[in-house]
């Protein structure tokens, strides 16, 4: 007789706050379906910005009742999972403000009336002439949003590729949104589709050969069967490079980093906030599991990897941030450098690295989705003006603009009294308490490429300020949107940097894994 069927145990409190989002999402897509053209926008903005608002609610309320593990094992809900989900939420919340902005009172002004229309045709034209606006970037936002929490709450492998894809998907489809220079960003979503294709193979190929190794794609299991089976040591070795190359790719780390600077520059700027600050959040949560639960007793295997790549990141996105003289790229490869940083913290391999990550994260979230968002309001002749030239003399013309933006870059410089530095610190140390050489040689890199990343943001801070304004290059009026997320970002990163420490507490305090 077959066995019978018993239903999964199920702890809908613990899971609510993505049935929020998901719930949200949907019904954003029955306003697209049913409400009125000139109601949409209002429509979805308020209905993202509540939902998104109730979903950080009921994540508060979760993280006092309802920590644990529910769908029997397959998704994990314990304080590092709450904390990044409570993170992702709040970047959310002030990216969605990001792009609602409407400069001219009418259409959303980072993205294309007319999403599906041929770059330069009279489609589009006539789009644009109607004042049309591509309110979809809603609903996609929050089904994105919704695959970032399910992202590091995966107890299994199979849970954590679906999240995969129901994070990446709707990005793929907002990154070829933008208003402006329209070749250049459906040429950036083509690039992210297909690289992201084939880090989805990379992912569920590891997958496979994992789940020959344990007989099982559960993080547990995999953990239970390292040090009791033998003979396949190839499958769990094979296996457990190959998923996290899946994982590095969302993350921007190098060599896995080529769609990052193409991918920045073509997407709408405050898409490329979101990505920057959310995706990261959500991959490197996802990578701290499956490190941390999934493949901790295997650490002699990947160490040596992610060390080579924590180094090679460092190394790639500070120098060749050195040479770029577009806005968006030098923010894309300044990520990628950050995002080498995060890695030093990882491999702390401690609670107290964990810790410093979730801060680090935290913090750079808010500070390059302000910084994006103030790339929108920089303009010449109707489009952005990306290119470093364009912001000569804005100190002259523009002081409060140019001010906030010179303090973020001096944030990811690492200056005192800003979140960078807190943060660097809170990555740095854990590497050097762990013990070993390769953990002091990490922050010796770390030091060595921050001091080039430096240079590089104190560069822009003398072309604002010290040299004369040329071209036609001004800024936008921003609307009581995008003024509410610069200013929480830029108010974020000076109270973390000033006082971090109820953050470093609270991060310190969910830094245990259930499993």
């Known amino acids: 007789m077959p066995a019978a069927f018993t239903a999964p145990t199920i702890n809908y ?21 049913f409400a009125p053209r000139g109601a949409r926008y209002l429509t979805q903005v308020i209905l993202s910005v509540l ?85 979809e970037v809603f609903p996609l936002t929050l089904f994105a949003v919704g695959g970032m929490m ?14 995969l894809e129901v994070l ?24 992210y589709f297909l690289l992201g294709a084939f880090s989805s193979a990379f992912f569920l190929f590891g997958s496979a050969l994992l789940y020959g190794f344990a007989g099982s794609m559960n993080f547990g299991d995999i953990a239970q ?37 193409d991918v920045y520059q073509g997407a709408p700027s405050p898409v490329s906030g979101f990505m920057a600050a959310c995706t990261k959040v959500a991959a490197f949560g996802a990578l701290l599991r499956v490190l941390y639960v999934g493949f901790a007793g295997d650490q002699w295997s990947w160490y040596p990897f992610i060390w080579a790549v924590a180094v090679l990141t460092m190394v790639v996105g500070s120098v060749l941030s050195v040479t770029q003289t577009d806005m968006k790229r030098l923010l894309a490869y300044s990520s990628i450098a950050h995002c080498g940083f995060v890695l030093v913290g990882v491999l702390a391999l401690s609670k107290i690295g964990v810790a410093g990550v979730l801060f680090y994260l935290a913090s750079y979230g808010f500070s390059i989705i302000a910084a994006f968002a103030v790339v929108a309001l920089v303009r010449e002749r109707g489009t952005e003006a990306t290119n470093l030239s364009q912001w000569a003399g804005l100190g002259k013309r523009h002081p409060v603009v140019a001010g906030v933006f010179a303090f973020l870059l001096l944030a990811f410089a690492g200056i005192p009294f800003t ?92 830094s245990q894994f259930l499993r």
């Open 13 to 33: 409190g613990a899971v609510l706050p993505m049935l929020i989002v998901f719930g949200v999402a949907l019904a954003g897509v029955l306003v697209e379906a």
């Open 51 to 135: 939902g998104l608002a109730a979903a950080l609610a009921a994540i508060a309320t979760t993280a006092r009742t309802n920590q644990g593990i529910t769908f029997d094992g397959e998704v994990v809900i314990d304080g590092p999972a709450l904390l990044l989900q409570g993170v992702i939420v709040a970047l959310s919340l002030l990216a969605v403000l990001a792009m609602a902005e409407r400069f001219d009172g009418r259409t959303a002004e980072a993205f294309t009336p007319a999403g599906a229309s041929t770059p330069g045709s009279v489609l589009e034209a006539r789009a644009l002439r109607a004042g049309m606006t591509t309110t």
């Open 150 to 163: 399910l992202f590091p709450a995966s107890g299994d492998l199979l849970v954590m590729f679906i999240a």
């Open 168 to 191: 990446s998907l709707p990005l793929y489809i907002l990154s070829g949104l933008a208003r402006r220079r329209r070749l250049l960003s459906q040429e950036a979503s083509l690039k």
């Open 225 to 261: 069967a390292i040090p009791t089976q033998t003979g396949k040591d190839g499958l769990l070795t094979a296996g457990v490079l190959l998923v996290a190359i899946g994982l590095l790719f969302k993350t921007g780390a190098a060599p896995f980093h080529s769609w990052t600077p």
């Open 419 to 510: 979140s960078g530095f807190t943060a660097k610190f809170a990555t740095f140390a854990p590497a050097i308490a762990s013990g070993g050489a390769m953990g002091v040689w990490l922050v010796v890199v770390g030091v060595l490429t921050s001091a080039i990343t430096a240079f590089v943001y104190f560069r822009v801070i003398v072309l604002m300020y010290f040299s004369e304004p040329t071209g036609e290059t001004r800024v936008a009026m921003p609307t009581v949107v995008s003024t509410v997320a610069i200013t929480i970002g830029t108010l974020a990163t000076l109270v973390l940097g000033i006082v971090p420490s109820p953050l470093l507490d609270l991060a310190t305090s969910s």
